[in-house]
């Protein structure tokens, strides 16, 4: 290591000694200005303030296929936010293994807030339990930065159906144990977790049907094949304006607006506690700064309350949140104990 300066190493002739100090002074004095400047800038990071958010392009990577409702939506909001931020807002689809694809390619992001990932409440709350062995918790990865929506669900059956209501669907379940069947959009989904629920309830033991795809699903539906399942109004429009479905109920305890003749579980004879719905949120990977995350939260909530896009989110009946992110937090924990009992009951497993 150079050892510093000392006195007796001052140079001996008088005229190199007055520039020779001058020197010093203006070293002296930048290496003071460089210190004060990160000290004032240690300062600023430890009092929460953050570069200017966004400094570069936003990507967000989401869950969900093109062309689905979450992402209709997802692509209007990211319009709005890249008019505001004044930087493009990018849309990665990564659909497909339960989520985890979305979440790898995700989690490879910096911590900046440049890089966004839009899951449902069943990635954050029901992976934990369907994966047991990879030991993989998501809000340990991720933090929530922002709401975007609720959706409820409807039970959905063919069209020539003899049920009427709730009451007989569950009376046939009851009837011959094993013989209704259910479809869903995959095991673990809010589909086929709402279908376990039902059964938890009313004492039943229907059949569950996963599908790969959701337009399978409700064309088997419309043919009788499974005998019901849970919809959203996105994803099951298309066949319902058809005339080759119906809906039983909405599976919660409120009426939507969208299908106001649609009775709820409790007033179709259904089960009261029953409430089936999953929300949709915008995170980001650990580490982003505080100040980038509450910006994020705050634009987006001023995005969600633009006439254009609650027009579109009434659509397809996605009530728009306004939750502050200890609340995406709480819902997803109130959601995870709900999940983890049906899991426990069906002895469910994905690896």
Not at 164 to 170: C, P
Not at 282 to 297: D, E, T, Y
Not at 316 to 329: C, D, K, M, R
Request: hydrophobic share 40%; net charge positive; glycine share 8%.
């Amino acid at each position: 290591m150079p050892a510093f300066p000392s006195a007796t190493s001052a140079p001996h002739h008088h005229d190199t000694l007055v520039p020779q100090r001058g020197l010093r002074r203006r070293a002296l004095t930048t290496a003071a200005l460089l210190l004060g400047g990160a000290s004032a800038t240690g300062l600023a990071w430890a009092q929460g303030s953050a570069p200017a958010f966004p400094s570069k392009p936003v990507t967000v990577v989401t869950a969900f296929a093109v062309g689905s409702g979450p992402d209709a939506v997802l692509r209007l909001v990211a319009n709005k936010l890249s008019v505001a931020w004044k930087q493009s807002v990018t849309v990665d689809n990564r659909p497909g293994g339960g989520g985890f694809i979305a979440i790898e390619a995700a989690r490879r992001g910096a911590p900046d807030g440049h890089t966004l990932l839009q899951l449902d409440s069943e990635h954050l709350s029901a992976l934990p339990h369907l994966y047991k062995q990879r030991n993989f918790q998501t809000l340990q990865v991720f933090d929530p930065v922002a709401p975007l929506f609720r959706t409820p669900f409807l039970v959905a059956v063919p069209t020539q159906s003899p049920w009427k209501n709730m009451g007989d669907l569950i009376a046939a379940a009851k009837k011959g144990q094993g013989a209704v069947s259910y479809g869903s959009w995959g095991v673990g989904s809010p589909g086929h977790l709402g279908g376990e629920w039902l059964d938890l309830v009313d004492g039943t033991q229907m059949t569950h049907v996963p599908f790969r795809e959701v337009s399978q699903l409700f064309t088997s539906v419309a043919n009788g094949d499974p005998a019901w399942s849970l919809a959203s109004i996105p994803s099951s429009q298309g066949i319902y304006k058809a005339g080759k479905i119906r809906y039983l109920a909405v599976a919660g305890p409120r009426r939507i607006a969208q299908l106001p003749d649609v009775p709820t579980l409790a007033e179709a004879g259904g089960p009261a506690q029953v409430d089936v719905n999953s929300f949709v949120s915008l995170l980001a990977v650990k580490g982003v700064p505080a100040p980038v995350r509450a910006q994020i939260h705050a634009d987006v909530l001023k995005v969600l309350q633009e006439p254009e896009v609650r027009e579109k989110f009434n659509t397809f009946a996605f009530e728009p949140l306004s939750w502050s992110v200890e609340e995406i937090q709480r819902q997803a924990g109130v959601k995870s104990e709900q999940y983890k009992l049906l899991i426990q009951k069906a002895n469910i497993s994905l690896e």
